[in-house]
Each structure stands twice: as structure tokens, then as C-alpha cells.
């Protein structure tokens, strides 16, 4: 991986990054304010030898204290020295819970001994290092006097008494604020990094190499209004869901452009990709814009365009299927864009038998005559075949991919079943596409994307000739006055 693909792991999950800065620091602030502050005071005791003599005497003795003092530090260091002092100050500790708190080490090439003990009381601290030293030049003395001499080989001096400490040593706020900030970082860009290898969700189309020349037909970005507004014709006009329908629409007109009439399939790989909405939506971006178009509510198993457009679902598709009712006595519609709408009807017990029908492919030819577009809403693709057999019937099928959610093996596998029924892939599109989203929308707020070679390169701040040339075509769809003289940039070829 390069830098800027840690950049762009950074940018896109930022929120994880920050998450586990905030709880490391947290972490450590809440572990500093509860610590104890702990007081050390320190002395050093200089070792030499005793005996009186030559110049190279003095030197062999410095030599020998050298190599003793090393000994002595282990010494001061253990529980046996410890004991002496509690038995001297009438300690209530343990032998080992002093050693703990007591350390000695020898200054590089010299013969000194430099004590350190920690206490919570800094005047303890002190106390107890003055009965140290005592103890210290005691064991000094009786490890280093031969027998029957009285005079020892080796002696302890202290040359610098215990100090009175003067602030606590322990803990240090800014210095385990600094290290956990470093670390939280460390660790969320971390995690970061492990959730991007391990995301098996699809962000672009180019995330399936088997896939990366399907057309993406439009980007929809996120937005929490769509749970109460879901129609666009509820919206603004300028409004970036209402930008991003149009653009889809736009798109599908292209495909087979030579058709007089044509039908679209609008699925997914699995529910909950919001593929009833995108269907109903594209729908009403055709009817507003003055097309011909009649929506099909094919979902026989959880209808919902009824929901959508707020007409009845008493009479439906079903109820023609059976011939219960005539197509004219079925069809509605919808009274804010004029879109005529066939819904589902009474849900069967049969739904794959009835799609499969006869029935259903002169239903079909019947909508062809009547109508210049058919959109079809009908079921995800990976728990029925309902979709695939419509698609097979129809010009093909567009698949709703929830950015972020939809997986890799789920889109590759909705594709398998189209392809088992020779339906043809017309395109997808990405739906839910956060704000910073990568590959989608460009700089001025649009929440759509056309293709990934452009929306990779306008995402880097590079317009090529063919983005250019998009944008001004879209202004003039915007206008309601398309320019059909020269074939799109966002259709792939």
C-alpha cells in the first residue's frame, strides 16, 4: 500500500481513528488522575577501599571496589537489607514489598552506588533511605572485615545524604497523554487499515474486476429524509436526490437507444438495498419529464410500490394475471407526476409460476404497445428468481447496490443468476452513498457519480474533456433540454 492509500483510509474512517484516540487518551487520563503519586529520594554511597599504600596499590584497589560495587547493588537491591530497615524503622510492610520500592545502581566506571526508594509520603521516602544507608555501610563492614581483623578490606561513604523530594516523579500527565495519543492513533489507523483489507463490501464497481466494465448508472447519495419524503416529487427541484434521478434517468434512455419501447427490471441482490424506491423514483423522473412510462410493481412477495404512491393495491397485477380485471381497469395514477402505475395486487401463493407465465409475457407485449418506458420493481435476486425470469423477458435488469453494505459475493452472485437466464446487465446503481463517499459526485455538492475511470479522476481534482463535456450536458438535462447529438460520457462503453 502507498501513502495516499493510507491517506484515503484515513479520510474514510476517520470517525474509527478518532474513536480510539479519544478512548486511549481517555484511558490514560482516567489511569493518571486515580494513580498515587509516588516520591523518590535519592543518595549514593562511594565505595573504597580502606588500606593505606603505594600509587599502585590505590590502583588495584580501585579495580577491586569496582568489581565489588556491581555486587553491592544486587545486594541493596534484595529482601535481606530490606528486612533490616523495617526491623530498624518498626516498618508495617513486608521484606518484599520494600525491595520493591527500593533500587540501587552502579555510575559507569566508578565506585559509586546511587539509591533511589519511592514512597507515596515523600517524607518516608526520605526517612527510609537514611536508614538505608546505615544498613548499607553496616553490611559493607561486616562482608568485608577478614576474621580475626577488625578492620575491613572495603568502605561505604555517603556522599550525597538522602534528598527531601521535593514534587512526585510519578504519574506524569502529559507525558502518558502524549504516549496515549500516539497510540490511539497508531491503533486506529490500524484498525482502520485491518477493517479496510477485511471489507468485503462494494464502494465501486471497479471492487469486482469481473464486473468493471458494467455501466454505473447513478450514485445516490445518503439521505435520512428519505424514510419520510421518499418521492422526488415531494422534493425541490434543485435537490441532489432529485439531480442524482435525473441523471439515472437520462442514462436509461441511452441504453438501446434505437428501442421504441423499452423495459427495465430494477432489482438487487438482497432486500433492504432499497431497490423499491429507486424503481418508483426512476419512474418519476421519466413521468415528470414528459415520457411515456407505466411502473410495475412485480415484488409478489413484499409489494411496495403501493406504500410509495399512496394509491390502493386492491386491483394489481395479480388480478390481471388471473384475468379478473382488465389492464385498463388495473392501471392508476399517480395525481402529483401524472405516472401510471400497475401495482402488484393480491400477493399469490405462486408468485415465480405467475411471472413465468404466459400470461405475464403477453402482459408484457401488451405495455410495449401502450407505453415508450416500462419500469419493473420486482424482487432481490439472491433469495428468489422472480427478478431473473422478468429480466430475461424484458430488456434487462438494473441492480440497486447499497454502497457499504451489498458484499462482493452477493452482487457477483446476483449476477450469476441473470446470467442463468441469459438476462442482460444493464447497469447499477449505487444507493446510499455517504457524504464522502470516494468515486462519487463532484466538487459542487451533486451526490451522484457517473463511471469509475471519471469518478476516479474527478475525485483526484482532474477533470478529463469527457467530465467537462458531462457537465454541460447535465446542465442542459437540468433545463429539460438534452443534447442527443453526440452519445454521453457517463455511458461506458
Same mark, same amino acid.
Given at each position: ?24 487518551? $481517555? ?31 590505590? *590502583? ?57 526508594? +519511592? ?70 489507523? $490500524? ?47 434543485? @435537490?441532489?436526490?432529485?439531480?442524482? *434521478? ?30 423499491? +424506491? ?30 410509495? +404512491? ?5 386491483? $394489481? ?47 408484457? /407485449? ?28 424484458? /430488456? ?27 438476462? @442482460? ?14 468515486? *462519487? ?9 457517473? $463511471? ?42
Amino acid at each position: 500500500m502507498e501513502l495516499r492509500d493510507y491517506l484515503r483510509i484515513a479520510r474514510r474512517r476517520w470517525l474509527l481513528i478518532l474513536l480510539s484516540t479519544l478512548a486511549a487518551v $481517555g484511558i490514560a487520563a482516567v489511569a493518571t488522575a486515580q494513580a498515587t503519586p509516588q516520591y523518590e529520594s535519592s543518595a549514593r554511597v562511594f565505595v573504597s577501599t580502606s588500606a593505606d599504600g603505594s600509587t599502585s596499590d590505590a *590502583y588495584q584497589g580501585g579495580l577491586f571496589s569496582q568489581q565489588r560495587v556491581a555486587s553491592y547493588a544486587d545486594v541493596v537491591n534484595g529482601v535481606d537489607i530490606a528486612q533490616r530497615v523495617i526491623d530498624d524503622l518498626q516498618l508495617d510492610v513486608s521484606a518484599e514489598d520494600l525491595a520493591s520500592r527500593i533500587t540501587a545502581t552502579v555510575v559507569p566506571e566508578t565506585v559509586l552506588l546511587e539509591v533511589t526508594v +519511592t514512597d507515596a509520603n515523600r517524607f518516608e521516602a526520605q526517612r527510609v533511605n537514611e536508614a538505608l544507608m546505615s544498613q548499607i555501610q553496616d553490611v559493607i563492614s561486616e562482608l568485608e572485615t577478614p576474621p580475626g581483623s577488625r578492620v575491613a578490606t572495603l568502605k561505604a561513604t555517603v556522599v550525597d545524604t538522602p534528598t527531601l523530594p521535593g514534587s512526585a516523579v510519578s504519574p506524569q500527565p502529559l507525558r502518558n497523554l502524549g504516549l496515549a495519543l500516539a497510540l490511539g492513533l497508531l491503533l486506529g489507523l $490500524g484498525l482502520a487499515v485491518a477493517r479496510e483489507l477485511l471489507d468485503n463490501s462494494v464502494k465501486a464497481i471497479s471492487d469486482v474486476p469481473d464486473l468493471a466494465q458494467v455501466p454505473v448508472l447513478s450514485g445516490l447519495s445518503y439521505d435520512p429524509q428519505v424514510f419520510g419524503v421518499p418521492l422526488i416529487t415531494e422534493l425541490p427541484s434543485h @435537490s441532489p436526490r432529485v439531480e442524482a *434521478y435525473r441523471v439515472l434517468r437520462t442514462n436509461m434512455e441511452f441504453l438501446d437507444v434505437d428501442a421504441t419501447s423499452k423495459a427495465f427490471v430494477v432489482t438487487s441482490s438482497v432486500p433492504g438495498e432499497g431497490k423499491s +424506491t429507486t424503481s418508483t423514483n426512476a419512474a418519476l423522473a421519466f413521468a415528470v419529464a414528459g415520457r411515456n412510462v407505466v411502473l410495475v410493481d412485480a415484488d409478489l412477495r413484499r409489494p411496495q410500490v403501493a406504500r410509495l +404512491t399512496g394509491l390502493v393495491d386492491d386491483v $394489481g397485477l395479480t388480478t390481471v394475471l388471473a384475468g379478473r380485471a382488465g389492464l385498463d381497469d388495473a392501471l392508476q395514477t399517480h395525481v402529483e407526476s401524472g405516472l401510471t402505475v400497475l401495482t402488484s395486487g393480491a400477493i399469490p401463493p405462486n408468485p415465480a409460476e405467475l411471472l413465468q407465465s404466459r400470461a405475464m409475457a403477453e402482459l408484457l /407485449d401488451r405495455l410495449r404497445d401502450r407505453f415508450a418506458v416500462i419500469v419493473i420493481d420486482a424482487p432481490p435476486l439472491l433469495p428468489v428468481t422472480d427478478a431473473a425470469l422478468l429480466a430475461s423477458e424484458a /430488456d434487462g435488469a438494473v441492480v440497486v447496490v447499497r454502497h457499504g453494505k451489498t458484499t462482493k459475493d452477493q452482487l457477483r452472485g446476483a449476477v450469476d443468476r441473470l446470467s442463468g437466464t441469459d438476462a @442482460s446487465l444493464l447497469g447499477v446503481v449505487f444507493n446510499m452513498i455517504p457524504a464522502r463517499g470516494a468515486g *462519487y459526485g463532484y466538487g459542487y455538492g451533486y451526490g451522484y457519480g457517473y $463511471g469509475p475511470d471519471e469518478a476516479t479522476s474527478s475525485s483526484r481534482g482532474r477533470l478529463t474533456w469527457r467530465q467537462r463535456r458531462d457537465q454541460r450536458r447535465q446542465r442542459r438535462i437540468k433545463d429539460k433540454q438534452p443534447d442527443a447529438t453526440t452519445t454521453p460520457g457517463w455511458i461506458q462503453e
